[in-house]
């Protein structure tokens, strides 16, 4: 790892006006904080449950106390709505919350019948995780890593994106501020060609990474080169199947909230949409009024449903991809066009005739975009739904509950599949994909379980 600093600077993506500068850490500087999680963690792991839940619960309370700050900060690095912003810092409180009441039993010994003998499975911290973060839900992202490891007595180191280094500091300033040990959860400030040496980093124990597909290779190939575990979640392109004995405008209402959240820009945000024929007609047109309603505005005004995207890059991305969908074929029912005016900014758009071939159907669009793709019948949304090199979450939209949770139960390629709701997080569910959507399992049991030594131990009198 290269021992040059880089300074860490802002734009705020509504305006692109220049925002705050932060300097970054060198190579041994990271190394050094790695280094200080590790003695951290060795006396934090002989810690017991109780104290670390009182320390979790007061993290949740820093976390409330300095909602409008965090919120704040949030719409200034990567454009989030003031009110997504409050609601994620209020998620986060609830996750810290969460696994201060439940670690212990999620983490309680298990005893094994064995004659003779005293036969459990215990579950014992690894060390120092690791986390390589996004920028699109920039405290969430973390917390759920985080508050489960914490409280299973692992340390953390936390990289975050680049264009969230604000938050990336303020997160390891809750636990400061929490009373946690110093130093067990580090922020380290530093480019991505840095991760490789920190994975390799004696003093790491294991890695998790939310992100692209591309990121999500490279880190598991570091890590399995150095037999280092890691847990992946990486990118999605959710299919919701709306049946033909779905409420047209009931489903287009969970359909557009499942699209926009965030902007678009979330891996569990639904975005094919495969209606059944016979209901097709009627679902675009209650589709299309649904997403109007989500207007651009300014993401510092609690009425705003529709910020800009986090950088001009990124929607010139979108944007292309539109296009390219509309030259394959796609019809554009909504939106589609870049607005002039400065900042990073995309309406809410709907494509439909969308098929195989074209961006919208084969690619993750990350932002608001909903594409309309048809199908014969069940068993063909069902045969498009899982056409797709991702599996993060789905949906199905139905009168239908029993024929609703066959199919997500039993027939989505994926790690979540939701009935007449929107796919999301929770800390009491586990959180996760399949195929090149990732690995492993965030959140809930499944979750704090990733970053321990499941251990067998035998005592024979």
Known sequence: MSDAIHEFRTVDPATLEPGRSYPGHSAQQAAEAAARAAAAQRAWRRTGFDERARLMRAAGAVLRKRRDEYADLMTREMGKTVTDGRAEVEKCAGACEHFAAHAERYLARQPVDIEGTNAFVTFNPLGVVLAVMPWNFPFWQVFRFAAPALMAGNGGVLKHASNAPGCALAIESVFREAGFPEGLFATVLVRSEAIEALIGDPNIAAVTLTGSVAAGRSVAAIAGGRLKKCVLELGGSDAYLVLEDA???????????????????????????????????????????????????????????????????????????????????????????????????????????????????????????????????????????????????????????????????????????????????????????????????????????????????????
């Open 247 to 461: 409420d047209a405008a009931a489903a287009a209402k969970v359909c557009a909230a499942a699209r926009m959240v965030n902007a678009g820009q979330s891996c569990i945000a639904g975005k094919r949409f495969i209606v059944v024929k016979p209901l097709r007609e009627a679902f675009e047109a209650a589709l299309v009024e649904a997403m109007r309603g989500y207007v651009i505005g300014d993401p510092r005004d609690a009425a705003t449903r529709l910020g800009p995207l986090q950088s001009v890059d990124a929607r010139d991305q979108v944007h292309e991809q539109v296009q390219r969908s509309v030259a394959g074929g796609a019809r554009l029912l909504l939106g589609g066009q870049v607005p002039d005016r400065p900042g990073a900014w995309y309406p809410a758009t709907v494509l439909t005739d969308v098929r195989s071939g074209q961006p919208a159907h084969d690619e993750e669009v990350f932002g608001p975009v909903a594409a309309v793709i048809e199908a014969a019948d069940e068993a063909d949304a069902i045969r498009i739904a899982n056409a797709s090199e991702f599996g993060l979450g789905s949906g199905v939209l139905t009168r239908d509950l029993a024929r609703g949770e066959r199919i997500a139960a039993e027939e989505l390629d994926a790690g979540m599949s939701f009935v007449n709701d929107n796919v999301r997080s929770d800390s009491r569910m586990p959180f996760g994909g399949v195929k090149h959507s990732g690995f492993g399992r965030e959140c809930a049991d499944f979750g704090i379980r990733e970053f321990v030594n499941v251990k067998s131990v035998q005592v024979k009198g």
